[in-house]
Each structure stands twice: as C-alpha cells, then as structure tokens.
C-alpha cells in the first residue's frame, strides 16, 4: 500500500521529476503536421510554470474554479497541472455535454474561469453566460489561448508561482467532477490530492508490469479516454508520477486511433470494454473476409484454452497448458495472435478496462493472445479504481481484490461499501447527498455486488436498477443485457419490465457488423427501417437472446424483444458521455415501443 502524503499536492511531481532527470521523456505532443515529438520532465516543468503564471496574471487564485471543456489533448493535461500548481480546481466538462449540462455544471461549481477546446464549445458558454455572473474569463484553445496566457505571465516571477504552488497540502480539493446524471441531475464529487496520491501511487506500486515495461523499453500509454472521466484523469495524473510516458489522442475512429497506435506504439492500454470488444470483431471479420474465419476460431479456442489453464495454475487448481495446447497457441501466436497486438500497436501486453463488465471469454482470449487485461471497478466517488485483478492472479469475469489499503463489504441486501484513502470528501454544496452515501468513511456504492471465497468481487447490478415485475421476481437487468452484447450484431441493449408481467428488451444493431453480415450472406445492405423487418436478421439477434437466457431462470428470462432503427446516443439524451443507458429516458423515449412487447 502507498504511503499517506503528508505534504504537498499532484504538482510537485512535475517539479521533482524534472530536477531528478531533466531528460526523462515525459510526454508526447501530436503537432499540427501529424508528427510526434518528445517532450522532456524539464521542458514540460517550464511549460506548467509559465502557464500557471499565465493564469496568475488572468486572475486565477488558490481555490477557484475553472472548468475545462475539450477533448483528450496535450493541452489538458498541461492546463490541470498548470491550475494545481497555482492551487486552483479544475472542473472537467465533456465536450459533448448540452447547453443544460454545461450550464449546471458550471453553475453549480461557481467556477470563475473556463478553458474551453473550439469555438462550438465557447458559443455553447455564450448562450449561457448570462446566467453565470461569477465566470469572468473564457480562453479557447484554438484561438491562441496559450500563447495569451504565455505572453501574459511573462512579468512574474517563479517565486510567485512556487509560493502558490508550497500553499498545496494533501487535503486540499484537486477537482471536482461531475457523475454522469443517470438517475438525476449530476453530483460534483470533491475529489482531495490526496485522494489522486493514494489511487495513483498504490495502482503504481501494485501494478507494476502496467508502469514498468519491465525492458529496455520504457512504459507508455496513448490516452483515449474522456478526461473528463475520473478513469482517464486517474491514469493522467499516475503516468505523471510514475513517470510513464503519456500521448493523447481525441478523435475515438478507428482510421484515426490505428495509425496513431501504430506510431505511438504505447506498452499499455486503458480502455472500457467496447474497446476491447471492436478489436475482437475487427479481427474476426478480417479474417471471415479472407475465408479464414474456421482458422481464427480455432485460434480463438486455443487462446481461451490457454488463458484458463493457466488461471488455473496460478489459483493452484490445474498443472497449466499441456504441450500439446502449447504448441497449438505458438503456432497461432504468429498466425493471429501477433495480428490482434499490431492492431493495438504491437508492444502492449498488459491493458486496464472499466466503466462496465467485460465477458469473461473476451478477457481469456485477450490474455491468451498475449495482452493481460486487469478488469477493475470503482467510480468517480472513489477516484476511479477501487478494486482490480492483481497481474500475478488475474480472475476472469470478476473485477478482482481490494486495491491495498481498500476494503470491501457486501451489507445485507448485496450493496457494495467501500472504505479506504481514494474515497472522495463528499458532494459539493450538497451535505443531504453526502451524508446518505458516507458513513464513517465507508462509501455505500449503490451497486449490488458478491465476493467469493478469495475476495474477488462480481459485479450483478445497481439497487436502483432492479427490475421487479408485476409477479413480484426482483431481476438485475445487467448481466443480460451484456450476454445479448456480446453478439458481433448487437450494439446495445436494454431490459424491462418493472410491474409487468414479464421481462423484456430493445436492442439496437452494430451497422458497421450488419453490413459485414449482409456481404458474408451475399445480399445486398438494407436501410435501417429494412433491418428491423428482416427476418433473417431477427431469427440471428434471437439466437443471442436465447444464449442470454440460458444463463438464468424462466422468470428472469427475456420473453420477447424488439430491434430499433436507431442506436441510443449522447445527442438524444439516451446515453451519458461514459456511454451508460439513462433507462428512464429511454422507456420515456420509446415508450410505444414498450407497451407493444406487452400487447
């Protein structure tokens, strides 16, 4: 376990790091022209310090608010460092968010500046301003506003900088960032440095194949994920105090994120399971193209084969791989195995997924072809991680141990609590809510939850999104709705059936999958409005359905199930910017659609 900080704050980092090895490759910086350049611990600590005075001679002072607004860039990572240097809270925002949520969020953290990325993001501040009488500044990436702050903090004096910068303590506020409003309007979750300390430093020490490459090689990470996720800024800041070599790319497309990957070439990954799942159905596609999808099975097969053997081996229950399975993966090592790693950049063997559950199969194909991946669970309330599968006996389907110096308890009616040094200080402006979640330190999640005999913990659903139909049968609706997931044609899913009779589903279809299917069928592609009618089509989602069902009981089955024209989005207010279902939006939205399954 990682020691408790007793002085300081998350900018001295950049500073120590820079007087101990000035040279050290700290980050990389995409330019204008495509190409990567490195940048150094000191020449990132001159660049903090001249921006924190930037934002000194703007006015920022020791506790304020500033909202940042942008997608995954360098710059974020330099403003948040630059703000905690000066003592300020930087409140992320997504730049995806409505007019409303920007505004609530800004409203609400009383913030008194605001960085935003594009002049899209600084119009939608504009509509709302003039409700916001305490925002005095708003800078826009694109429009210069580093070198404005750059040329503005020229007059001042590092003296100035470092006596904000010593005021810092552990206890002081770091950030405050906002859950993501699925049950209600979203909640600033005060988030202490010294909270960000002990996640970081414990995930460091803990998982440390992660950090250290372990070769001559160093460790890097290309960053995709929204840093306005808790997970994303959780791994911003520990690739900063771990020394980690951090990239950052915005755009989430695959003919972007590829090549980047293919330059970049980072020794870990973080990603949520989708990311994981495209890769997957990317590769198996490629291969039905070229009509080795019999081969690419069969190596699918291995690989789980191979993975679970050797979970066995490390949990004492099986002698691992036998020679035969062995010499089965290394010849499939190269034929697919080598393929899936090139398509992620070809150095990463060791990856971290969160934000919701990854099929077990998925994660031992992963592992099988050469790339760990630690499935863990937290949430913006615990700075990100709060429980993870330890590298040396990883538990497939389970989100793993207690972090050190965390603890778990499953209460009475299969809510998670939660104790230890990441557990935020509670709800901004919002002692009601804070009270109703925090007792004594222990943090009750709201999710329902089980341990096993060895600690790891399963994740079965949230309390407030148990199903109870009309007989009276409690169902968690998220086990099945990722077992239908998991078929390459499904994009999403959601069950219902709270007091109805019985249960049910809308899904919604991965396209880009259906299109492939269509080919493979030698037909021609169908309108979104033809999908849905297409019989064919139906009797092939019905097939995930009922492997879905098999998995639990009658009652808890899905009875019937309609396919949408249309994926739930952000844009329509279906989704949260983590990609999570607002289900009472949805029924809301579709609500013809749910009471025809009941005709």
């Not at 771990?242 to 090549?259: E, I, M």
């Not at 990317?282 to 070229?290: D, F, G, I, T």
């Not at 998925?362 to 863990?376: D, M, N, Q």
């Amino acid at each position: 376990m990682a020691a408790a900080p007793q002085v300081g704050g998350l900018a001295d980092a950049v500073f120590d790091h820079a007087e101990e090895d000035p040279y050290h490759v700290m980050l990389g910086r995409k330019g204008d022209d495509g190409h990567w350049r490195d940048v150094t611990a000191v020449a990132f600590r001159d660049e903090v310090m001249a921006l924190a005075k930037g934002l000194i001679a703007h006015g920022v002072r020791f506790g304020d608010r500033v909202a940042i607004m942008s997608r995954t860039r360098y710059e974020w990572t330099l403003f948040d460092f630059a703000l905690w240097t000066v003592g300020a809270q930087p409140v992320p925002v997504y730049p995806s968010a409505s007019v409303e949520q920007v505004f609530w969020t800004l409203y609400d953290a009383g913030v008194s500046a605001c960085m935003v990325e594009h002049e899209d993001h600084a119009m939608t501040i504009g509509s709302v301003i003039d409700r916001l009488p305490l925002l005095k500044r708003l800078w826009q990436l694109d429009a210069g506003a580093e070198a404005e702050l750059l040329e503005a903090g020229a007059h001042i004096g590092d003296d100035v900088v470092h006596r904000h910068r010593r005021a810092v303590t552990p206890d002081s506020v770091a950030t405050v960032i906002y859950t993501s409003g699925t049950t209600g309007r979203p909640k600033g979750c005060v988030i202490t440095h010294a909270n960000f300390m002990f996640e970081t430093d414990t995930a460091i020490a803990r998982w440390e194949p992660l950090f250290n490459s372990g070769s001559s090689e160093e460790a890097s990470t290309l960053l995709f994920l929204p840093l306005a996720h808790v997970f994303g800024r959780m791994i911003e800041v520990a690739a900063i105090r771990g020394r980690v070599k951090l990239g950052h790319q915005p755009v989430l497309s695959a003919d972007v994120l590829l090549p980047d990957l293919a330059v970049f070439r980072p020794t870990f990954l973080l990603a949520v399971p989708y990311i994981f799942e495209k890769v997957y159905h990317v590769a198996r596609r490629k291969a039905e193209l070229a009509g080795k999808a019999g081969a690419f099975d069969k190596a699918v097969e291995v690989a789980v084969r191979y993975a679970e053997a050797l979970e066995h081996r490390a949990f004492g229950t099986g002698p691992g791989p036998s020679a035969s399975l062995r010499l089965q993966h290394q010849f499939f090592d190269k034929a697919v195995y080598g393929k899936v790693r090139d398509a992620i950049g070809g150095r990463v063997r060791h990856a971290m997924s969160g934000g919701s559950a990854m099929e077990r199969r998925l994660g031992l194909f992963f592992a099988g072809a050469g790339v760990t991946i630690y499935e863990g669970y937290g949430l913006t309330e615990t700075t990100a991680a709060a429980t993870a599968n330890p590298p040396e006996r990883t538990r497939y389907g389970t989100v793993g141990l207690p972090l050190p110096g965390t603890t778990v308890h499953i209460a009475a009616d299969g809510e998670i609590w939660l104790h230890g040094g990441q557990v935020f200080a509670g709800y901004l402006g919002d002692p009601k809510s804070t009270d109703a979640v925090l007792q004594d330190g222990w943090l009750a999640t709201g999710d329902i939850g089980m341990l096993d005999d060895e600690g790891y913990l399963t994740i079965t659903g949230r309390k407030k999104e148990i199903l109870v139909t009309s007989g009276g049968k409690s169902v968690s609706p998220v086990g099945l709705e990722e077992r239908v997931r998991a078929h390459p044609l499904v994009a999403q899913c959601i069950v219902v059936g709270n007091d109805r009779p019985y249960i049910a589903a809308l899904l919604t279809l991965d396209l880009e999958a259906v299109e492939h299917w269509l080919h493979m069928q030698n037909r021609a592609p169908l309108a979104p409005a033809e999908l849905v009618r297409d019989a064919d089509l139906e009797m092939e989602v019905r097939r995930a359905v009922v492997a879905a069902n098999a998995s639990v009981s009658q009652p808890e089955s899905i009875r019937t199930f309609r396919i949408l024209a249309h994926q739930f989005s952000e844009e329509h207010g279906l989704l949260t910017p983590s990609l999570k279902l607002k289900r009472k939006a949805i029924e809301a939205a579709y609500t013809a659609e749910v009471n025809a399954l009941y005709c």
